[in-house]
């Protein structure tokens, strides 16, 4: 691991009651089944204290191939959103497979000149990354409308609710570090260690697709990071050859630990099944002697806990803890790139 300067984060502005929230279609469609996802994750973000407004590619029927409309049409809505100064956060409807279309097309100087959270996981890993390794962006690795919000939240205990609730109210409104998240009895030590470093990471395969492109965050940002990452679907082989991948670009040598999340319907995986992710993840990392915690609730098998990239976390995971050690908004006046 190599020691070179942090980067500066660019932190979006804390949300205040009344501010507008915008649910957007960042990649895929909305099928008819989901829409009651949709208005769950609107009448979630209205108790919490906020305005919130669908975005017009968010449309019943609307779709271009497998993505709610062309690269251009979802680059131009987002770039709309990302200028507009009433508009205080996005929320992405659900992933998909469109992002990789129009990383070239995003409006880098209006995130600049007002940083704004971006929420959503598995395809818009993709622009969490991007937008970070160009700009310093904090970008949140959290739920979206249609798998999340509206569509696990309600089958997750109702404590577990309200504790999320809370949870992200704080993300999004708290100038103060969020602390521990909180852990549950899935959580395992597959090696022991603790770590402190800056969140990087996504669903895997968008990691390694991130690199391939010239928008590749530089090798130094994973310095003394934290790498999470998690999966959903093809094969356990696959997995494999996305660490390894890493490995020979050099980003396994250069982390302080590691966070992944519970795998969903991946081949190969099943319960009894030989490698386990475990037995994976520790083959590929060979004599590396990091830090990894397992079976963390991010990504596809949510409800997610927030995972902001960018900001300072620190791992133990022997005792299986995991906490954001700074904030991941700041007051207007700390809008913009802070150390």
Request: glycine residues 12%; negative net charge.
């Amino acid at each position: 691991m190599t020691g070179t300067a942090r980067p500066q984060l660019l932190r979006p502005r804390a949300l205040r009651p009344g501010d507008l929230v915008v649910i957007a279609a960042l990649s895929g469609p909305l099928p008819t089944a989901y829409e009651p996802n949709v208005q769950r994750t609107v009448e979630l973000f209205e108790r919490i204290g906020f305005r919130v407004r669908r975005a017009p590619l968010l449309e019943l029927g609307r779709h271009h191939w497998w993505s709610a409309a062309t690269p251009a049409e979802i680059a131009a809505e987002l770039n709309g959103l990302l200028r507009d100064p009433e508009v205080r956060a996005i929320i992405a409807s659900d992933g998909g497979q469109t992002a990789l279309g129009y990383l070239d097309l995003i409006d880098v100087d209006a995130i600049k000149t007002d940083p704004k959270p971006i929420l959503g996981y598995s395809d818009i890993s993709l622009l969490h990354l991007v937008l970070h390794g160009r700009t310093g962006l904090v970008g949140f690795h959290a739920d979206m409308a249609v798998p999340g919000f509206g569509g696990q939240w309600p089958s997750a205990p109702t404590a577990r609710q309200a504790e999320l609730e809370q949870l992200y109210c704080r993300l999004l409104t708290g100038t103060a570090a969020i602390g521990a998240l909180p852990a549950s009895p899935s959580w395992e030590c597959w090696r022991p260690g603790r770590a402190e470093g800056p969140l990087i990471g996504g669903v895997i395969n968008r990691i390694v697709l991130a690199q391939a492109t010239p928008f590749a965050l530089p090798l130094e940002r994973f310095d003394g990071a934290v790498l999470f990452w998690e999966e959903m679907g093809g094969l356990a082989s696959y997995v494999w050859s996305y660490l390894q991948v890493m490995r020979h670009c050099g980003i396994l040598d250069r982390i302080s630990g590691m966070v992944v999340g519970v795998p969903r319907e991946i081949g190969g995986l099943e319960p009894g099944a030989s490698p386990s992710l475990r037995e994976i993840v520790l083959d590929v990392l060979g004599d590396r002697d990091i830090p990894v915690l397992g079976n963390v609730e991010f990504g596809h098998a949510g409800p997610n806990l927030p995972m902001p990239v960018g900001i300072r976390a620190g791992l133990d995971a022997q005792r299986r803890t995991l906490s954001l050690l700074e904030p991941t908004v700041g007051p207007l006046a700390m809008t913009g790139p802070v150390s």
